[in-house]
């Protein structure tokens, strides 16, 4: 194909993705997103016209730019960032240069066009000095392939509730993902990241056929020597303040005449003269571990046993002080070894390796041990506002915090990216999980210095009879994540069709019949790409069964749904029914709620109605409600933007002359903070988002409230020292960050 034929095509492929940009279609109705595959995969099996396409992004940002189009700069800037990651062979200094400084430009926009440029700019800074970094950072961290110079490791944990998703659905992501890490061995993972580098380095000078022959032949422990030798070729390089690109290409040479020998400075293989451009060195998928969502625990479980294998314990010996809560029963004794802490490694056996005088092969052969174990205290300090961004507003979009440093000598180095498919209740499971997992952190600092936690969803919804009436809608976050970030609409809400349209295909148990998985491919897109957050409030609510006892606590993530209950049979230690009580459907509620007004100022309004029944919304009801502030970090208060909206279908009465008559009026209102409570014996069932497995029965009161952030004992003590009756306390609860839950997008909420 021509080069003109090759633009051309590009060029339809990249104006059709645009085009499913400004074409709006229903929500997780649409089989849209293959264009933005296919585009990827005509770069992947021919990496030689990468540069085409490139150029071609390029273009299209710099016109969007000049015509104020934004809605396509992220898709745009996501697109190049994606194709340079997995395929930066080919490219010129000229465009790298034109690609940061349009991300430079772009700086001067609001968020969260300067937050993702700004993103970009410093990935393209560090490729454009030393190419191939960000495929062998990648390769290394979703691997977890071991380097002390690059130490960061990431793993996806994907979670489906078998009660909503159907063994059908669950059977055909699990094969996938088993055929597609099939291939995926650590060997094959260092053979790419060895040949990536060298032939993003030396070009054309390369000799792809000749070295990819050679790495396939070399036995694990050669293969893990120049494995070590790249990393460290690349990440001492790419740490200099000032990097040289003659002396990376210089250290890289030394590296490839090593591996091939003289000859491969002296002629070409005959093979390669076939060879129309470079080889394709496929990006692998990441880890991704299957779990079938049936134990409350069961995620801080994972994410304890993601950090406990002591193989992942080296990086520092402040982490080995560090107890995890639940997997040790000697808690006070310390562990003592009495050796010297080094282990050598196992004769090196009949392969040919460099002199093992040399550095790299002197820290390949020796590693250090943890010695000395010692339990130490929690941490003396509070609890971050959130693992993954700044305290904040309702679902306000930014740029998570990074890896910095918790603790002296301590840092993330390890990254869980937590994604869940399913509805609506799949996600108000995960809103509990993550409550404990941060009211455990209160107790004991585990995760939270050492581990970058990354929440992901994909909606996965099971199609309902239109005739079917009463059934609650269980995409509404879907749709609202849809409607913030229209890239996420066009590429992850498409999957929910596909999913099930895979689930009922035959099951195919030979792996090497799948080739370029569609939704593993998007998954992972999903999961590299996605770096924006969108913070969503939780909710807290305390449920009375009975006025004289202790309320029920638990929290909701999208809706609370109140209806009255036939049964009128008192309550013991409720009040007596008053006299002259109104008869007719629902039930006699006293509404107690905090206003929400734009002032911010407290408005406590108190009201008592008939009503057969109440919603509380978290999520905005419309395309804009919420959108147009909700996202400034210099808000005076957060009670602003966290507000419910509440909908009562009240009953109202009338006299006529055929007598009285019942109506009923819907009302709507918005709130930080509502209590209720029935007044005439008629009891309430609550269920939280959607679930009918999280139903609670013959509640006479029921009290709603923002989330705070949890607390330490030692926090609480200290607020409640400071005023023996308690008010001072109250106030300094009520202070407290709200708990804001993270759902990765991919540019957050766009204005």
């Keep these: 194909m021509e080069s003109s034929d090759v633009e051309l095509d590009f060029q339809r492929s990249v104006q059709a993705v645009l085009r499913e940009l400004n074409t709006p279609a229903p929500a997780l109705q649409s089989n849209r997103g293959m264009w933005r595959w296919s585009l990827h995969k005509k770069v992947e099996r021919n990496p030689g016209r990468s540069s085409v396409l490139v150029r071609i992004l390029l273009r299209e940002l710099e016109k969007a730019e000049r015509e104020d189009v934004r809605r396509v700069i992220i898709p745009l800037l996501l697109t190049l960032m994606y194709v340079l990651t997995k395929q930066a062979?080919?490219?010129?200094?000229?465009?790298?240069?034109?690609?940061?400084?349009?991300?430079?430009?772009?700086?001067?926009?609001?968020?969260?066009?300067?937050?993702?440029?700004?993103?970009?700019?410093?990935?393209?800074?560090?490729?454009?000095?030393?190419?191939?970094?960000?495929?062998?950072?990648t390769v290394i961290a979703e691997q977890n392939l071991m380097s002390e110079l690059y130490p960061y490791q990431e793993r996806v944990f994907l979670f489906v509730d078998p009660e909503l998703v159907s063994p059908s659905v669950c059977s055909a992501l699990l094969l996938e993902i088993e055929a597609a890490q099939e291939q995926q061995t650590p060997?094959?993972?260092?053979?790419?990241?060895?040949?990536?580098?060298?032939?993003?380095?030396?070009?054309?000078?390369?000799?792809?056929?000749?070295?990819?022959?050679?790495?396939?032949?070399?036995?694990?422990?050669?293969?893990?020597?120049?494995?070590?030798?790249?990393?460290?070729?690349?990440?001492?390089?790419?740490?200099?303040?000032?990097?040289?690109?003659?002396?990376?290409?210089?250290?890289?040479?030394?590296?490839?005449?090593?591996?091939?020998?003289?000859?491969?400075?002296?002629?070409?293989?005959?093979?390669?003269?076939?060879?129309?451009?470079?080889?394709?060195?496929?990006?692998?998928?990441?880890?991704?571990?299957f779990h079938l969502w049936t134990d409350q625990e069961q995620l801080w479980k994972e994410l304890v046993l993601f950090l406990r294998p002591h193989s992942q314990l080296r990086l520092s010996t402040d982490l080995e002080a560090l107890d995890l809560q639940g997997f040790r029963t000697d808690w006070d004794l310390a562990r003592v070894s009495t050796d010297s802490g080094i282990e050598r490694d196992l004769p090196l056996g009949s392969d040919e390796l460099p002199e093992p005088s040399s550095s790299e092969m002197e820290r390949a052969a020796l590693q250090r041990r943890g010695g000395i174990k010692k339990r130490v205290g929690p941490p003396a300090f509070s609890m971050p506002g959130s693992w993954d961004g700044p305290p904040g507003l309702h679902r306000r979009t930014g740029r998570p915090s990074g890896d910095g440093e918790l603790l002296p000598g301590v840092s993330r180095v390890h990254t869980a990216r937590v994604l869940v498919l399913g509805d609506d209740r799949m996600l108000g499971r995960l809103a509990q999980a993550y409550y404990r997992l941060r009211k455990r952190e209160t107790k004991k600092f585990?995760?939270?210095?050492?581990?970058?936690?990354?929440?992901?969803?994909?909606?996965?919804?099971?199609?309902?009879?239109?005739?079917?009436?009463?059934?609650?809608?269980?995409?509404?976050?879907?749709?609202?994540?849809?409607?913030?970030?229209?890239?996420?609409?066009?590429?992850?809400?498409?999957?929910?069709?596909?999913?099930?349209?895979?689930?009922?295909?035959?099951?195919?148990?030979?792996?090497?019949?799948?080739?370029?998985?569609?939704?593993?491919?998007?998954?992972?897109?999903?999961?590299?790409?996605?770096?924006?957050?969108?913070?969503?409030?939780?909710?807290?609510?305390?449920?009375?069964?009975?006025?004289?006892?202790?309320?029920?606590?638990?929290?909701?993530?999208?809706?609370?749904?109140?209806?009255?209950?036939?049964?009128?049979?008192?309550?013991?230690?409720?009040?007596?029914?008053?006299?002259?009580?109104?008869?007719?459907?629902?039930?006699?509620?006293?509404?107690?709620?905090?206003?929400?007004?734009?002032?911010?100022?407290?408005?406590?309004?108190?009201?008592?109605?008939?009503?057969?029944?109440?919603?509380?919304?978290?999520?905005?009801?419309?395309?804009?409600?919420?959108?147009?502030?909700?996202?400034?970090?210099?808000?005076?208060?957060?009670?602003?933007?966290?507000?419910?909206?509440?909908?009562?279908?009240?009953?109202?009465?009338?006299?006529?002359?055929?007598?009285?008559?019942?109506?009923?009026?819907?009302?709507?209102?918005?709130?930080?903070?509502?209590?209720?409570?029935?007044?005439?014996?008629?009891?309430?069932?609550?269920?939280?988002?959607?679930?009918?497995?999280?139903?609670?029965?013959?509640?006479?009161?029921?009290?709603?409230?923002?989330?705070?952030?949890?607390?330490?004992?030692?926090?609480?003590?200290?607020?409640?020292?400071?005023?023996?009756?308690?008010?001072?306390?109250?106030?300094?609860?009520a202070k407290l960050n709200p708990l804001l839950m993270p759902i990765n997008t991919f540019s957050g909420i766009i204005q």
């Design 446 to 733: 585990c995760l939270t210095p050492r581990l970058s936690l990354q929440l992901y969803y994909i909606p996965v919804l099971t199609p309902q009879d239109p005739e079917v009436s009463g059934k609650p809608e269980l995409g509404e976050l879907a749709s609202f994540l849809g409607q913030a970030d229209p890239w996420y609409e066009s590429t992850v809400n498409t999957l929910c069709p596909a999913i099930l349209k895979l689930a009922e295909m035959p099951p195919c148990f030979d792996m090497s019949q799948t080739v370029d998985p569609f939704i593993l491919d998007v998954i992972t897109y999903y999961v590299r790409m996605g770096t924006q957050p969108i913070y969503f409030q939780l909710y807290k609510v305390k449920i009375f069964t009975n006025l004289s006892h202790d309320p029920t606590e638990d929290i909701f993530l999208t809706e609370l749904k109140v209806k009255i209950q036939d049964s009128k049979s008192p309550k013991e230690g409720s009040s007596p029914r008053r006299k002259g009580a109104a008869e007719g459907t629902g039930a006699e509620l006293s509404v107690c709620y905090q206003k929400a007004l734009l002032s911010h100022r407290p408005r406590e309004v108190t009201v008592s109605l008939r009503a057969t029944g109440l919603v509380l919304k978290a999520l905005p009801a419309g395309d804009t409600e919420g959108f147009s502030h909700c996202t400034s970090p210099n808000a005076a208060s957060a009670t602003g933007c966290m507000c419910l909206r509440v909908s009562v279908t009240e009953v109202v009465k009338s006299s006529n002359l055929a007598g009285r008559s019942f109506t009923t009026v819907a009302n709507t209102f918005r709130t930080s903070s509502i209590q209720v409570q029935s007044q005439d014996q008629r009891l309430l069932t609550l269920w939280l988002d959607k679930d009918s497995r999280r139903t609670f029965r013959n509640v006479v009161r029921f009290e709603v409230s923002p989330c705070p952030e949890p607390c330490s004992r030692a926090q609480k003590s200290k607020m409640s020292g400071l005023n023996s009756h308690g008010q001072e306390a109250e106030k300094n609860m």
């Design 187 to 289: 060997e094959a993972c260092m053979r790419h990241v060895v040949s990536h580098a060298l032939q993003a380095a030396l070009g054309d000078a390369c000799h792809t056929g000749a070295l990819n022959r050679k790495l396939q032949a070399s036995s694990r422990r050669v293969l893990e020597y120049y494995f070590h030798a790249v990393v460290a070729a690349i990440e001492q390089v790419a740490s200099e303040d000032s990097p040289s690109r003659l002396g990376h290409l210089e250290r890289l040479e030394e590296i490839y005449c090593s591996l091939l020998g003289p000859a491969a400075t002296r002629r070409r293989f005959v093979g390669d003269l076939l060879q129309d451009g470079p080889a394709s060195i496929p990006l692998p998928s990441p880890y991704i571990t």
């Design 89 to 137: 062979t080919g490219i010129t200094e000229e465009l790298y240069r034109r690609a940061y400084t349009f991300c430079t430009r772009l700086l001067t926009l609001p968020a969260p066009y300067s937050t993702v440029a700004l993103d970009c700019a410093i990935r393209l800074k560090t490729e454009a000095a030393v190419p191939g970094t960000l495929y062998q950072r």
